[in-house]
């Protein structure tokens, strides 16, 4: 059955799943240490506002991410809020994917905060493996997270998430820190265990499922296949009683180049003005921009998105004839596009995205900035100081279609 360590008698799988705790929170602690053993959370404090990342503290009284800040708030009236910081987020990501590794080439992120490893062709074992990589996060970064160790995905995923503390109004309770599911072991692992364990089973399918007499995952497995695609459609239906039955072929692909990048805000009051929307867009170009850069990559098309009052949501586009990673270009094109949509009816969210993203390269200089300083002088200027000083050492406050002697940059501190 599954376990926390490593017997001499069985074979280990050899996908690791990898999975901070409380990540975006953890590292607002490492800065914040006063709040240690307090209800926190990271994310909008507003009416609109939503839940990126809760400590334990705050997920015992039901705080969890992707919650309206409000209903947070109800159940915990004194959780304080941090707002996000996702540039040092993804620094810090960025730092432990490095350490993972240096363990395996195989390594696939899902997300800033957890990855896939496949260590086949290590010499360790893979749960002494998993242990390593929790003493160098620790060590390295301050920061705890939970390793999953199985022979596929699907399991190695639930492996990380039962191998996680448990929210107590104390603070975690200590998890194992390493869970595995032994070779051969797998469905008698899964039987007895919650039809929402498995991935794609949300609240509308568990109802389905719940409907025709389904509720853990070794029933799932015995259920006949034909009648469950009847239920919840064909591809659905395989996908879940393949898994049911610790069947996931799918292999560990190392990281490509990201395809976009782009960031938004939701605003607290709906927006009427292209004034202000425009200010916004100034710094969410600044945001993506820098993210770029860290990544050495640079994108022809610039989108924005636009988020009305009552949930209609628009895009807007526009290539470009060469790659950019400059803030005040990205800027500029964003409020160009924003210039053609009507914001009378007020906006809920704006977000600036960038897609087509290839080396930089040789940047061709627009007419519209010759004569001016370069702005890819300016950009790395900007990331100088940030790199010496932190990321709120530095913050845009200007006119994204002025030229760089006429926008600002508001040096804090």
Known sequence: MAQSTQSGDTQSGTILHVDMDAFFVSVEMLRRPELRGLPVAVGGSGSRGVVASASYEARSYGVSSAMPAGQARRLCPEIVFLPGDHQLYQEVSGRIMVILRSFTPLVEPLSLDEAFLDVAGAHRRPVEIGHLIRGQVREEEGINCAVGVAAIKFLAKLGS???????????????????????????????????????????????????????????????????????????????????????????????????????????PRDVHTHDALGAELVALSDSVASRLRTARVAGRTVTIKVRFGDFTTITRSHTLASPVDSGVVLAREAKRLLEEVDVDPGVRLIGVGVSELEDPGQRQLSLEDAGAPSWHDVDRAVDRIRDRFGTEAIHTGGIADAGPRQTGWTRLG
């Open 161 to 267: 998430k039962l191998a996680k503390p448990e929210p107590t109004r104390s603070g975690p309770s200590e998890g194992v820190g390493v869970f595995e599911v032994p070779v051969g072991e797998e469905r008698a692992f899964l039987a007895p265990r919650p039809v929402s364990d498995i991935w794609g089973v949300g609240p509308a399918t568990l109802a389905r499922l719940s409907r025709i007499g389904i509720a853990t995952i070794g029933e799932l497995a015995q259920f006949p296949l034909e009648r469950l695609e009847q239920v919840v459609g064909k591809a659905h239906g395989q996908h879940l009683h393949s898994l049911a039955n610790a069947v996931d072929p799918r292999p560990v692909i190392p990281e490509t180049a990201p395809k976009s990048m782009s960031h938004e805000k939701t605003f």
